[in-house]
């Protein structure tokens, strides 16, 4: 850390997993779907867009929300699956503003319908909340360069609760390596603006980790070769 | 480290038995108890064999009790077993009454466990009643249902739902299974320990002696279902399927390895059914295994090419999970949880008919390449989601959330 920089504790890692919870909302069609969302809480609208990051899959989906892989899937209509595939949660201010967005964009393709398509009763859409639950890996970091041996050791937990999680947390909806750069002086403009420019939500974790090594090794290389 | 742990630390990750040990510290000394309906038999009673002794390695005072009664007892709960599952049964109300009775008898008996308990954990229909003899109980009560109740028969649901939902919180394997109840109601998928005899490594040597044992000849592609004789397994269907596959691929062999339940009578009507599908065919065997025949099953799955599930209707499904842990790919029905574990192409692939699973079978035993890239991708699918582990640290964060108030953020350590 610089010597003049201001006194800042060190960036402790944290672990975290999400517990789900059912709802009982369920819907069969779009209309369902539609009147669920206006009423569901936040906390499910955020699962639904967040939580497959952290759910048993392979594949980099096609779609990357619960709503628009079921839309999709369960009820064929690929072009509004596309329509809400491409929503990224993280241009909303908040999640009311992505709930409004979703029923707008469900009204349309209602308004665009001639005959609702109904989903197979076992293939129904769940509405599900969770629960985060935070665990202390008892690893800090004292200086930004030791995130570069640090990160490709961290879980994708860890990943998840840093840099998605944060946002939730921080100020301006920040991630917590910014947001602890940003309490150090103003030596890492430039990281916390590369570090700004990695999309987090249409990544896996696994590139995501990959990505912020990539950077902060790349970045702190650079740096020596300046010095 | 204990040793129990560190062994699990050394499958599971050190990571993840720390955040076991995390969760576990605000709950030390806790009275936790399980309830279920058998101590041999079936995945519920797999699992809480090494739930418990770990739970106690982590300082949380468990046991475990089991509600047993007469015949009609285990009528009444295979009646709601199949209701739950769909079929449209009426129980008469004189079952009822044995299974009102039953459970008031064992709430007699469990009174001084029960009681002062900080957690009951109730798994499956069987002993869901006894709530209603602990008007005053201590602690708080959560229900496990183990058992695919996404269409339910409704007046038997009807029933049991007057006590489930007395219950503080209920647990589902699945979002599919959850129904509408006026408490939280948690998603945990179930697991298998990988410290099971069923589970470990075992020598070469041992799954050619369980071949020999059974006349089966390690030289030929041998495909396995192990299920109880139960008509949601479609062991029948399985046969089906063995024979369209065996006109395409002649040296095939079946083996069908099931065992009974203290808590199921209708397995020896399914097994004759199971034996004179197959009858005249010395490539298909049918085995009636004990309770205890783990590691006979371990070698029989590690024996096989691919491991079927075929099942019509299915809680999750613990011997795909098995299978995959012993890099074997699963055919499985389009069920339950075999859902979230079998991903075509992937860990194995989905079907619906006995035509699905022969086309899989002859397709899989036709594409070595595939069949490796899956044998590894399949095992840490496993040790990711489905390990004991996991499970156990779903349960803490439960047991944590309602002794802490539910919060939608649990920070430990």
């Known amino acids: 850390m610089a010597e003049d920089s201001p006194e800042v504790e060190p960036f402790a890692i944290k672990d975290c997993t999400l517990i789900a919870l059912a709802t009982a909302k369920r819907a069969q069609n779009l209309r369902e779907l539609q009147e669920h969302l206006r009423e569901i809480g936040t906390n499910s609208i955020y699962y639904h867009f967040w939580g497959g990051l952290l759910r048993p899959r392979f594949d980099n989906p096609e779609y990357h929300n619960d709503f628009a892989i079921w839309i999709a899937h369960s009820l064929h209509n690929k072009i509004l699956a596309e329509r809400l595939a491409i929503l990224d949660p993280v241009e909303f201010e908040s999640l009311e503003d992505l709930r409004n967005e979703l029923i707008e964009t469900i009204n349309e393709s209602l308004d665009e319908t001639e005959f609702p398509i109904w989903a197979k009763r076992d293939d129904q859409f769940e509405f599900l909340g969770y629960q985060i ?40 909806a920040m991630d917590d390596f910014r947001n602890w750069l940003m309490g150090l002086d103003h030596r890492y403009t430039d990281l916390i603006r590369l570090i700004g420019e990695i999309c987090p939500y249409f990544t896996p974790l696994k590139k995501l980790r990959q990505d912020l090594t990539d950077l902060f090794t790349n970045y702190f290389q650079s740096e020596s070769v300046q010095q | 480290m204990n040793d129990i742990l560190e062994k699990y630390a050394g499958i599971a ?222 062991p029948v269907g ?36 199971v034996r004179l599908a197959a009858k005249d065919d010395p490539d298909i065997k049918v085995l009636l295994l004990p309770g205890d025949a783990h590691r006979t099953i371990n070698a029989l799955q590690r024996a096989s090419d691919i491991v079927l599930q075929k099942s019509l209707k299915e809680g999750f499904g613990l011997t795909v999970t098995e299978a995959m842990w012993k890099n074997k790919p699963v055919i499985g029905g389009d069920t339950g949880g075999i859902r979230i574990q079998v991903v075509n192409h992937h860990t194995g692939f989905l079907v619906n008919t006995p035509q699905g699973a022969a086309l899989r079978i002859r397709y899989l ?43 939608e953020r649990i920070v430990i350590g």
């Open chain 1, 133 to 172: 639950v935070v665990f202390d890996t008892k690893t800090t970091v004292q200086e930004p360069v030791d995130f570069v041996n640090i990160l490709p050791r961290i879980s994708l937990g860890s990943i998840f609760y840093h840099f998605i999680d944060g946002r939730n947390r921080n100020p301006n």
């Open chain 2, 13 to 234: 990750g050190r990571d993840v038995v720390e955040h076991l040990r995390q969760l576990a510290r605000p709950l030390k000394g806790l009275k936790f108890v399980h309830v279920n309906a058998t101590r041999l038999g079936g995945g519920v009673a797999e699992i809480l064999h090494k739930m418990v002794p770990l739970m106690r390695e982590l300082g949380i005072e468990t046991s475990w009790e089991v509600i047993g009664g007469e015949a009609e007892f285990y009528q009444c709960t295979k009646g709601f077993h199949n209701a739950i599952q769909g079929s449209p049964i009426d129980i008469p109300e004189s079952l009822l009454k044995v299974y009102e009775r039953t459970n008031e008898e064992t709430a007699q008996k469990l009174e001084p466990v029960l009681k002062d308990a900080d957690v009951v954990l109730i798994h499956d229909p069987q002993p869901a009643a006894l709530i209603d003899h602990f008007p005053d109980r201590k602690g708080k009560w959560v229900w496990r249902c183990h058992i695919d109740v996404s269409r339910p028969f409704r007046p038997v649901w009807k029933y049991l739902r007057g006590f489930v939902s007395k219950y503080d919180a209920s647990i589902f394997s699945l979002s599919d299974f959850a129904q509408p109840l006026p408490h939280p109601v948690y998603l945990i998928a179930p697991s298998i320990d990988p410290l099971h005899e069923k589970n470990v490594d075992i020598a070469p040597e041992e799954v050619l002696d369980v071949q020999n044992q059974f006349e089966i000849d390690p030289d030929r592609p041998m495909i396995l279902q192990v299920s109880r004789y139960d008509r949601f397994k479609d």
């Open chain 2, 238 to 273: 399985v046969i089906h399927a063995y024979k369209l596959a065996k006109k395409l691929i002649p040296p095939l062999q079946l083996v069908l390895a099931g065992g009974g339940a203290s808590d199921d009578p209708e397995g020896e009507a399914v097994l004759n059914e």
């Open chain 2, 365 to 407: 035993l036709h594409s070595p390449e595939l069949m490796q890239e899956m044998s590894w991708k399949v095992k840490e699918f496993v040790r990711e989601n489905f390990l004991i582990t996991r499970h156990l640290r779903e349960y803490l964060t439960l047991i944590y959330a309602m002794l802490h108030g539910q919060k």
